[in-house]
């Protein structure tokens, strides 16, 4: 049996309850107050233990909520971490493809400064010589500004440095090198000179110069108003018709092409125009009037009415003053004013009917320039007329080609073609096949990403000419090119091999 508490503290700390504390007072009296004060304190301490665990508690859970707290802060900070990297990337992208586009801008400037110095340096190197020939562009002032029709406007052009020009032979052409507002590069075409020679006495400028003309292509806008508006179309034609103006500077190619009047031959001419192809005609017609020569030339020029009727005038007074020049003019759509048999000979077009009916035979050498239609249809007639093809010259800017100059020639060349022929462009760094599909070195090139120099596209104006590393071309039927050594025309040659150009 446990023996009694000796203490009123054993029996509390013993069994924390009033049943042993009353053991302790029924063995030892003790007054009710101190066993009250006693109790009191042993509570206190219990209850302070209690407190502790609470403030524990309370820790804990504060604890919890600041980790909480600073998990979703650090969350928080993540998405936006993640966002700004997103935003990051997308800002980068856009500035990489805003430098892109300024590198490619700076490019095409660059490119276009580089030609203006390759030029310089071609104009130091090759100095104008004493017969005033020049190779590569030359800077030419535009003296005066003259409007034969509506749409056809002449440039009549002397040089900047005031040195000699060289002649030419009546039917060639100038290529010019236009700087066209809006665009990066210079604007390159071919304009047939237009007068006889480059001391015209009636020019009107008094030092030698270049006459070129050229026709804006002008259509109508459908409208309701009594007078619709004129719409103009040609990037450079449209550009020398309402831009150009006396004093502005153009650079100019010396003159050059195939096509010319043969006149040490005594056979009579045909000059057969269609538009605007009048002006190599009227350039031969003067030379035939200076030179005083007596052989027997027709002009045959179709237009649609007077309003296109270019240097009527001018035409008139050369057939006045010499017995040996005819020329008859068609009109394919008269106006109620224009006056048979004085302003027009003829009502249709240029025809093989037409000239069956003037001519007495066909013994002439035929010279035509005009739209394709035109010449095409005229080609084949005169072939069907049995005039021989080596008396049948033509000129004709553009990728279209007439006839089909020495057959066997075109066959062969055509079966060449066939073949699959690799072609390297040493400085892109391309090889690439040839087939039939492509026409021309220059669609090839383009086709692959390279886009060389070029203008006609015709084999007249030599802007496409390109060093010949290795190998050999063929041209088309008909051209005879005139290119440097180790030189060669990518608009109208193939590879008749394997070929390395320098592009």
């Known amino acids: 049996m446990r023996q009694p508490c000796k203490s009123l503290k054993e029996a509390l700390v013993f069994g924390r309850n009033l049943h042993h504390c009353a053991e302790y007072a029924a063995t030892k009296p003790v007054r009710l107050y101190?066993?009250?004060?006693?109790?009191?304190?042993?509570?206190?301490?219990?209850?302070m233990a209690s407190s502790q665990s609470l403030f524990l508690l309370l820790g804990v859970a504060l604890c919890a909520v600041v980790l909480i707290q600073l998990a979703l802060w650090a969350a928080q900070s993540l998405s936006m971490l993640a966002h700004n990297r997103r935003q990051f990337d997308l800002s980068r992208k856009l500035m990489l493809q805003q430098i892109d586009s300024i590198i490619e801008k700076r490019v095409v400037l660059s490119d276009s400064v580089a030609q203006d110095v390759v030029d310089s340096v071609h104009k130091q190197k090759n100095s104008v010589s004493e017969?005033?020939?020049?190779?590569?562009?030359?800077?030419?002032?535009?003296?005066?500004?003259?409007?034969?029709?509506?749409?056809?406007?002449?440039?009549?052009?002397?040089?900047?440095?005031?040195?000699?020009?060289?002649?030419?032979?009546?039917?060639?052409?100038?290529?010019?090198?236009?700087?066209?507002?809006?665009?990066?590069?210079?604007?390159?075409?071919?304009?047939?000179?237009?007068?006889?020679?480059t001391s015209d006495s009636a020019n009107g400028i008094g030092d030698p110069c270049y006459r070129i003309s050229v026709k804006a292509l002008v259509t109508q806008s459908s409208s309701t108003d009594t007078a619709p508006a004129s719409v103009y179309h040609g990037l450079a034609s449209t550009f020398i018709n309402q831009s150009i103006c006396a004093g502005d500077r153009i650079e100019v190619k010396a003159p050059a092409g195939q096509f010319w009047l043969d006149e040490d031959s005594p056979v009579p001419v045909v000059l057969l125009a269609g538009g605007i192809g009048i002006t190599p005609m009227i350039s031969m017609l003067e030379r035939i009037q200076a030179t005083g020569a007596q052989r027997s030339a027709v002009l045959f020029y179709g237009v649609t009415n007077s309003r296109e009727h270019a240097f009527e005038n001018h035409l008139r007074s050369?057939?006045?003053?010499?017995?040996?020049?005819?020329?008859?003019?068609?009109?394919?759509?008269?106006?109620?004013s224009d006056v048979p048999n004085e302003q027009f000979q003829a009502h249709g077009f240029v025809s093989i009917d037409l000239l069956k009916q003037v001519l007495p035979n066909n013994h002439y050498q035929f010279y035509m320039c005009g739209p394709p239609p035109f010449m095409e249809s005229l080609y084949q007639g005169l072939v069907d007329w049995q005039v021989p093809e080596s008396r049948i010259n033509y000129e004709a800017f553009g990728p279209a080609s007439i006839g089909t100059k020495n057959t066997e020639e075109a066959s062969a060349v055509a079966s060449g073609n066939a073949q699959v022929d690799p072609v390297s462009f040493v400085r892109s760094g391309k090889t690439v096949l040839w087939t039939a599909e492509e026409n021309s070195l220059l669609e090839l090139a383009e086709a692959n990403g390279i886009f060389p120099e070029s203008g006609c596209r015709a084999g007249s104006c030599g802007s496409c000419e390109t060093g010949l590393v290795s190998g050999e071309v063929t041209y088309a039927p008909g051209h005879k090119p005139d290119c440097g050594p180790s030189k060669c025309l990518l608009c109208i040659a193939s590879p008749n091999g394997p070929v390395e150009l320098e592009l």
């Open 34 to 47: 101190g066993l009250i004060v006693l109790c009191w304190k042993e509570g206190s301490k219990g209850i």
């Open 318 to 336: 050369i057939a006045a003053v010499m017995q040996n020049v005819h020329v008859i003019t068609c009109y394919s759509r008269p106006l109620p």
């Open 131 to 197: 017969d005033g020939s020049w190779s590569g562009y030359r800077s030419f002032t535009v003296a005066r500004v003259a409007k034969e029709t509506d749409s056809v406007t002449s440039l009549y052009l002397v040089p900047e440095d005031g040195k000699p020009i060289a002649d030419f032979r009546p039917g060639q052409h100038l290529t010019l090198r236009l700087r066209v507002p809006g665009r990066a590069k210079p604007v390159i075409r071919c304009y047939s000179l237009s007068s006889g020679s």
